[in-house]
Structures are given as structure tokens and as C-alpha cells.
């Protein structure tokens, strides 16, 4: 296959369309490069398949020969990157898809949106099963996010019932791992980095809000096989295993062993309470769940940041 994916030189980006490569498949990766990185892209031009274009995707985009993929993934995704771009994150979640999904159309191609358990907001059924709506605040500062993603799924069907187009959706949860940009801003990336700087992690609130943490293999593989499925109603994928951002910090802390403490700041506006994916839905449809535990993860990923931080002046980025 011919794949067109956008936000290749991103973090997941990047390792799916190594996925693809390593399979035998043909990647043009798309990047504007706004949030994705060039180490990730120096990663991918080392497979001979790989073919790389700079280009914002909110404008239109044109691509010779054959695609029998496009895979939509161009996107600020953490919160202080979209709180930062506002405008073009809106973009590219709207206008992007809109150009990606007429791609699509033109090359008669499958098309796959990365969508967001953003989509839930700060969420009243607690897991949340694909068939909740959500509880998102359109006006307040992550409905830049959240609602672009919301319109986007909402293109997507509609080419699919109107145009016939061969579509899938993912609502994907929080994932980490190695070709994270140490400076993200993520609360992974975040307290790794500041762990092995010796500075002190930074709780937002009193660190009892949750997240269920995916590892990127075990995310790749989910979304691989959505791609490869024929499943077109949305499908979460991530890790059910819940955990308190204080137990996060307090896993990193045990296993990085510094002198670091925790700092205590205030919890930013519409942060989510709770996050946990029901992925009843994932594992009978795609016959997948993830395998990797937060602890092994963690152990996989912290190498990554270390390596980074003794090279370079790499800074976490809290908020504040
Ligand atoms: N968080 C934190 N300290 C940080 C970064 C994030 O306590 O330095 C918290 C944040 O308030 C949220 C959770 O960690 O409750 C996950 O935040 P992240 O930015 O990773 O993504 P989100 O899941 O909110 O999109």
C-alpha cells in the first residue's frame, strides 16, 4: 500500500508510520513542523519506503499517483501546545480534515482520523464507552481542542454516509514512550524530565485527577489494526489501567531515584477529573488489548530521557 500519513514527525506519527514501513508499506509523511521534530523525521528517512513533504495540511494538498491510505494525525496534542496555537490547532482539526478526507475521496483511499478521548471532556460515565457524548465546554481553553477533534469526527461520517468513503476512527488516550519531545509539556514527559534534572514534579491540583497511560507499541499496534479492520463507528484506544497523577509521579520518582519532590500548582481550567477508556469494543473488534503495564513502560521510556537530558540542555514545560 501507498500511505499519505499527516503528522509524521510527531511523536505518533512517527512510530506508526514505522509500523507501516517495517511492513512493507510505502509512508508520505506530511509535517509541517510546527510541534513535530526532525529527529523523528531523520529516523524515518533511514527506511527506503519513507517520502517526506513540508506542508501544512489546513491548506489544500495534492499528491501524485496512487494512495490507498491517508491517515490524519497533523495535530497539536498536548495541552500546552494548543493553548499556544489555538488558531491553527482549530485548523488543522477542521480545515485539515476537510482537505485530508477530499484527498481521500479523490484516491479512493481508506482514510483514518486520530481522534481524541478529548472528545469526552471532563467526562460524567466513568469509563467511557465510545456510545457517550461527552461533557466538553465549547468556549473554554482546551474547546480549541476538543471541538475541532468532535467537527472532525463529524466530517468523517458525513463522507462516509454521503461520499461512500471507507472510514475509521480512533479516539486515542494518553499515551507516552521513547521519540516523546522531552519539552512537550505532557505530564509524562514533564515529570521523566524533571526527575532526572533533580527538580521537583509538578502536580497540578492535588494530583488525585486520573489518566490511563498507553505505551506507543502497544498504541501502534491498536491503531494498526483499526486501520486494517473494517470497523467504521469510532473505537477507543489506551490502556484501561487507571492511575492518580500522584501515583504517577510517585512510580517516575521510585524508579528515576533522584532528590526530587513534588511542587504543587494550581490545576488548569477544564482539566479532566477522570480519564479511562471501556475498551470492550477494541478488544472484540480488533482482538487487541495493551500488554505493557504503566511500571514496564516507564522503564522502556525513561532510557530515552536520559539519553536526551545528558546531550542537551533539554527543560520540561509545565504551565505557569
Ligand atoms: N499534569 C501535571 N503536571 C504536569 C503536566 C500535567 O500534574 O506537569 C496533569 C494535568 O493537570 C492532567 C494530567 O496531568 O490532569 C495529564 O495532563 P497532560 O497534559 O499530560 O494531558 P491531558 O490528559 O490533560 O490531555
Given at each position: 500500500m501507498r500511505i499519505v500519513l499527516t503528522g509524521a514527525a510527531g511523536f505518533l506519527g512517527s512510530h506508526l508510520s514505522a509500523r507501516f514501513l517495517e511492513e512493507g508499506?510505502?509512508?508520505v509523511g506530511i509535517d509541517n513542523l510546527v510541534t513535530g521534530s526532525r529527529e523523528n523525521l531523520a529516523w524515518l528517512q533511514g527506511f527506503p519506503g519513507f517520502s517526506f513533504r513540508r506542508h501544512d495540511v489546513s491548506t489544500s494538498l495534492y499528491v501524485q499517483g496512487d494512495v490507498d491510505g491517508v491517515l490524519h494525525f497533523a495535530s497539536p496534542a498536548s495541552p500546552v501546545d494548543?493553548?499556544?496555537l489555538p488558531i491553527q490547532t482549530l485548523k488543522v482539526g477542521s480545515l485539515g480534515t476537510h482537505n485530508m478526507l477530499g484527498l481521500a475521496k479523490e484516491k479512493g483511499a481508506r482514510f483514518?482520523?486520530?481522534s481524541t478521548s478529548e472528545v469526552y471532556g471532563d467526562p460524567e460515565v466513568h469509563p467511557q464507552p465510545e456510545s457517550y457524548w461527552g461533557n466538553v465546554n465549547p468556549v473554554g481553553p482546551r474547546g480549541v481542542y476538543d471541538e475541532a477533534k468532535r467537527f472532525a469526527e463529524a466530517m468523517v461520517m458525513a463522507y462516509h454516509r454521503h461520499h461512500g468513503l471507507d472510514?475509521?476512527?480512533a479516539r486515542i488516550f494518553n499515551t507516552y514512550g521513547p521519540r516523546m519531545r522531552p519539552g512537550d509539556g505532557r505530564v509524562v514527559s514533564n515529570f521523566v524530565v524533571q526527575a532526572l534534572r533533580g527538580e521537583p514534579l509538578t502536580v497540578y491540583g492535588d494530583g488525585s485527577q486520573?489518566?490511563?497511560?498507553?505505551?506507543?507499541?502497544?498504541?501502534?499496534?491498536?491503531?494498526?489494526r483499526l486501520f486494517m479492520s473494517s470497523e467504521v463507528d469510532p473505537v477507543n484506544v489506551g490502556n484501561p489501567h487507571e492511575f492518580t497523577i500522584r501515583e504517577l509521579a510517585e512510580e517516575i520518582l521510585r524508579q528515576v531515584e533522584g532528590p526530587s519532590t513534588l511542587e504543587f500548582r494550581p490545576l488548569p481550567e477544564d482539566d479532566p477529573q477522570v480519564r479511562q477508556p471501556d475498551i470492550t469494543r477494541a478488544r472484540e473488534i480488533l482482538g487487541w488489548e495493551p500488554a505493557v503495564s504503566l511500571r514496564e513502560g516507564l522503564e522502556r521510556t525513561i532510557p530515552y530521557f536520559r539519553k536526551r537530558v545528558e546531550a542537551e540542555d533539554v527543560r520540561a514545560r509545565p504551565v505557569g
Open positions: 508499506h510505502d509512508v494548543y493553548l499556544e483514518l482520523l486520530a472510514t475509521r476512527i486520573t489518566r490511563s497511560f498507553c505505551y506507543v507499541a502497544d498504541e501502534v499496534e491498536g491503531l494498526y
